[in-house]
């Protein structure tokens, strides 16, 4: 049985929901930027810029198009109608518990979730795909246009 599990996170509500038609993933020596920009034309910045005791921004970052990405519907519709707290015209993002990606992780001969326990599994889903983020703290979002 799938022990995974996503949890609806909302930091953020200006961006449209299911109408994020643009991301663009950047990761420099000043660590990582994910900026959104949905069909107004408004435009955030999730960024991960803080220095993780594993020596790096961020744990592990991958994309994956949206319709391999398809195993997440069953539980995206479970946080759904788990969650009621959320502004649903907006976008949300998602943390699973039980992640198979740190689960992965762990795997690697390096510092772990039994190391680090408040390790995160983030969630960015938009139009074409899905950007999954590994890290022991929240992002910080800046708005850069809101339409």
């Known amino acids: 049985m799938d022990s995974r599990r996503l949890h609806i996170w909302q930091p953020v509500t200006c961006l449209e ?8 993933l950047n990761y420099t020596d000043r660590g990582l930027c994910l ?37 997440l519907v069953d539980m995206v519709t479970e946080a759904m109608t788990q969650e009621q707290s959320k502004n649903s015209s907006a976008e949300w993002f998602y943390k699973m518990s039980n992640s ?19 390790v995160e599994h983030h969630i960015y889903c938009y139009n074409d795909g899905v950007f999954d983020i590994i890290s022991d703290y929240e992002s910080r979002f800046v708005i850069r246009n809101n339409a």
Do not use: C, H
């Open 17 to 24: 929901r299911a109408q994020i038609i643009n991301a663009t």
């Open 35 to 71: 900026t959104l920009i949905d069909r107004n034309n408004t435009e955030v910045d999730i960024i991960y810029d803080k220095m993780s005791p594993i020596q790096d921004y961020v744990w592990s970052f991958r994309y994956t198009g949206e319709i391999p990405r398809s195993d």
């Open 100 to 118: 198979d990606y740190i689960e992965w992780f762990d795997q690697l001969p390096w510092i772990g979730s039994k190391e680090i326990p408040t």
